[in-house]
């Protein structure tokens, strides 16, 4: 029997077919092919897809279809110029090959389809490169990481390096700056992609609470134990468990996890017997963990096994050619459901935006962005259209007669977190304020690590 023969919902759920399947897959993935089904649902979207579409995988997979990559019935064995806007919000124009795949009574059941750069039309075998960094869109997109920041681009190459090992990678950042990511990156670049990719925050839960998750328990091991559990070590045997927050584990958690990552091996909560395990740890943190051993808060020995490759994220104030790229492609992420269509910024927005010193990254840019979706209507994103935070005027002023060259370097630095304070974040009226340009206001924070 052909299995394309059959509906493709029936097919990839044949137990005999589908390591072969996934396994071929597997093998496509530099080509830009995704796979539709009857509904014009997304089931299948390769790398060299996300790539050349500048769309990924987990944004699409699962989803309704983008118009442009849409097969219907009557697309068999064609071919049609498509026009698509990337998540940054570029367009660019690709040639979609389809092959339509029908049941047993001939009805849709589905399709293949095929991207190819305009460029390349006159030689269908042609692939896009596999590598994100050589791609139009890999200069910006790295696995669901968007950076324009040649500081990001050093980040891309270590994480491309540290995901061919087995060495555990500790990511340093501050909070919102997208540290989940970078561990999910090194998951997903690995040869333990196959395999379970699972994370806890170590900050969320208690010490008992935590160690139970992380280790699991046996029955009767303490009261409403009424059964054995699986923790997160054993659920993701043969992956990577990605700890959050790792700063934040009680040191007797801290012994423990030292353990499984020396021996391989671990006891469950109540339990009496070791568990073997293979897993890859990828921890995060915003703390410094050498200040942290310094305050006695945290072991010296387990900092040295974590941060066997070190990887930081730089803050988004420090990479702001960054801002403009992620608006943009957050914005293009709401658009797609169709509630809103905004297609420019008015440029005071822009500047506002621009100015804005981001204290929560990533994560409070995308809250901005759906604040403005759900606050305000038509094609233009406003100021009116920003949380209050970036609209309201700040009168509240300095101490008279205070300039900063007068001052000692503990009390400058409080002085700019004040402005800054003041102004919620805005960069241009804290400077204005304190009485220096724009660019010494800047020298002077990162000379004080503000």
């Known amino acids: 029997m052909n299995p394309l023969s059959e509906p493709l919902s029936v097919w990839l759920e044949q137990q005999l077919l589908q390591p072969l ?3 071929l897959l597997d093998l496509c993935d530099v080509a830009a ?3 539709v089904d009857r509904n014009q649902q997304v089931i299948h979207w390769s790398r060299g897809a996300e790539q050349l579409s500048g769309l990924y995988a987990k944004d699409v997979t699962g989803k309704p279809c983008k118009q442009e990559y849409v097969i219907t019935g009557s697309d068999d064995h064609k071919k049609q110029l498509i026009k698509s806007i990337q998540a940054d919000g ?23 389809g095929l991207l190819l750069p305009v460029s390349d039309r006159s030689a269908n075998t042609a692939l896009p490169k596999a590598s994100a960094e050589t791609s139009e869109s890999g200069k910006q997109g790295f696995h669901g990481l968007l950076s324009r ?3 990001m681009q050093a980040v891309f190459q270590i994480i491309q390096n540290a995901a061919e090992t087995e060495a555990t990678v500790l990511v340093r950042g501050e909070s919102g700056s997208g540290k989940e990511l970078v561990a999910k990156a090194i998951h997903d670049l690995s040869a333990r992609r196959k395999a379970p990719f699972l994370a806890i925050n170590c900050a969320a839960l208690s010490s008992s609470l935590l160690e139970s998750e992380l280790f699991g328990h046996v029955r009767g091991a303490f009261t409403g134990a009424i059964k054995d559990h699986s923790g997160l070590f054993q659920r993701a045997h043969g992956g990577t468990l990605f700890l959050d927050e790792v700063a934040e584990l009680p040191l007797e958690l801290q012994a423990k996890l030292l353990r499984v990552i020396q021996e391989r091996n671990y006891i469950p909560v109540g339990g009496d017997r070791s568990i073997d395990v293979d897993v890859r740890i990828v921890a995060a943190t915003h703390r410094s963990l050498r200040e942290e051993v310094k305050m006695g808060r945290f072991r010296e020995d387990l900092m040295y096994r974590l941060r066997v490759v070190p990887i930081f994220i730089p803050p988004l104030r420090e990479r702001r050619e960054d801002i403009g790229l992620l608006i943009w492609h957050f914005i293009q992420e709401h658009n797609a459901a169709n509630f809103r269509q905004i297609e420019k910024i008015d440029p005071q927005a822009m500047r506002t935006l621009l100015d804005y010193a981001w204290p929560g990254n990533i994560r409070e840019l995308h809250n901005v962005v759906e604040y403005a979706f759900a606050v305000g209507r038509g094609t233009t994103l406003r100021c009116s259209e920003l949380p209050p935070e970036f609209r309201e005027a700040r009168n509240v002023e300095l101490r008279p007669a205070v300039q900063p060259q007068v001052l000692s370097a503990a009390e400058e630095s409080s002085v700019i977190r004040q402005a800054l304070e003041q102004n919620n974040g805005q960069v241009s009226q804290a400077a204005r304020m304190l009485g220096m340009s724009r660019a010494t ?3 002077k924070r990162k000379i004080y690590g503000i």
């Open 33 to 35: 092919l995704y796979i």
């Open 149 to 151: 920041s040649p500081a």
């Open 441 to 443: 206001f800047w020298r």
């Open 21 to 23: 399947f996934l396994k």
């Open 90 to 112: 570029h367009k660019v124009e690709l040639e979609k090959i389809t092959q339509v795949l029908h049941d047993q009574k001939g009805a849709f059941a589905g399709a293949l």
